[in-house]
């Protein structure tokens, strides 16, 4: 199987392309497995790139994480130990008062894309959830979506959690999604904002390597 | 339809519908007001003011109407968006689930993304609309088991929303004298696929994965829904809203450029010339931005479009598309946590920098209790009326 | 459709067509005529049912 082909064709979000070249991977070994996986995260990057320029959009977005979950999928099961150590993990929801998932989904895609272990936690998720979760799995980094200016109060409410919790200092919090601004992130106490899922992911990727 | 006095409309009530219709109809056209005109944009946050939670508002139609009064009474916008008719849950609720659904908890109205129209049903809705919606669509959207008695007490609840909805659209304009924002609808095919049928997430998917069919329900919508509905809300007459139609921009917001120029700005551009050719104005409910497609909005001629612009900076807006009148631009986050000063000099220097071509308005449909406080709204109402251009 | 077909109200709604629709509309008997029936149900089912 052609690596090459298959990158391009995640950045074109040429499905039946993918398909066709994942097909031909049954056949191959671990090694392989693992090279198609690194291709498909290779084409999510093109993905992210084309999104950051302006040719992709929000649909293209839903279409690439469709896309990338199928071809993991397939590949996955064909790795058998050649699994690539990831970058980090972290912790991603939509918090309490807010149901909406498509922009949580999506950068969860993009993040598992670009090598990073996202634990989602669901929607509708109350602080003390949230607090518990991060203390159970350790995780560094914690991503909070809300579409609903509702949701502005309950990622200021978790914030106050940690921090009551004791563990502020240890996790670095991003906050994303339609109702955030620059100044509901400071109004929140949160160390980072983005509406775009691929620079979200890069402040992520570089809190995660210690940037 | 009947002129204002016919339709029981008193003289002060006359008077200020007059005043107020004209306001609108200078803003669209860019010429010069002596204030200017305020659109309220609040739906389920008047409920929160009022003193009521979402549930006992939108059951009760007498709780709602004390919302609206009191909502109109102590605020006194020139138009309307909602005049509590935004949810009506009584009915979708007789016959089944509905999208929209209380959170109680948080007393919120929540929507669901949810689809009703399956990727391999476009060509049964194509050849067959009518018996799709009542043998597949109605069917998924009702409760399992739903019987006769239950439908015929839907369709009541149905008409009686129907006549609640007339009681406050005459509410308004024969006892406070203020407008609603538009008499007509205009529909984009798509918009009736992303909001309803399909869903933001299949929508987004069929875009790529079945893109001759969706193409080929858009244009099938088009001609048989959105064209007749466009030319019947072009013989209205419009004296007592701020617009004559009105078209939701909503599924705009997860295209690419090539995406809304084959899928979406043919069909919005069709909707815009034909009301333009017949002297009619347009209100533009836009979500998300529409800077992002400005290119296409460059031509369309000065006094047509009027917009609700919701995360488009609206200073840029105007340097961008100095052809489009708007309302929008006053921050949530300023009138729901700043202080009474801060939103007035914020609205102070919208007025003062947008002035021609522009009305008063929020930066967001207002839904939650934190979207605004009430000092803040008064203070900023109150200044927003007697401040001189 | 014949009108002399007894519907009752704990009967389930039938999501044939054209049979089970104008059934459904038959019944909605506080409705003037058939035809405003039509309208109204098809309103119902194709624009409050999609909210």
Redesign the interface.
Known sequence: MNTEELKMAIGDLDEDKVQALLEELSESGAQTAAAALSACQEGMEIVGAKYESGEYFVADLIFAGDLMSDAAAVIKPLLAGEAQEPIGKMAICTVKGDIHDIGKNIVKALLEASGIEAIDLGVDVSPDSIVESVKKSGVKVLALSGVLTLAIDTMKQTISALDAAGLRSEVKVIIGGAAVTAEYCAYVGADAWSLSAAEGINICRNWLKGV | MPKLAERGIGMDAQKKLLERKELFDNAIAFKRNKRVPMLSNFFTWKIYDAGYTAKEAIYDYAVMEDVVRQFIERYQFDAYFDLGTRN?MR??NA??A???YI?EE?D?V?V??HT?LLRDEYSEYIT????W???K???R??KP????????N???E??V?GQFSEKMSSMLSSEYGALRTASGYAMVPFENLFL??RG??E???D???SKAEIKECMDFMFETESLPMLEQSLALESNDTAADISCAFLGH?????S?FEEFYWPYLKAIIDKASAAHKTIFIMCE?TML?FAEFFEDVPKGVLFVQLE?DDVFEFRKRLPNIAFTGGM???LL??GTPEECIEYAKRLIGELGDGYAFGTD?MM?????AKRENLIAVCDFVREYQI | MDDNMHINDSDEVDFSYPEGFEKAAKSLDFLPDDETRRQILLALVTGMAMQ
């Open positions: 009506p009915v979708t016959f089944g509905g999208r929209h959170d948080n919120t929540l669901d993304d009703i067959g609309k009518n018996e919606y009542w043998s669509g109605f069917k959207t009702a088991g739903l019987t006769i008695g239950e439908l015929k839907a369709v009541q149905f008409l929303f309803t049928l933001m997430r929508a987004s998917l875009l790529r994965k917001s997860v295209l690419n450029t995406q998300a992002r995360q921050p949530t986050n729901g946590f967001k839904s939650y209790r934190n979207d």
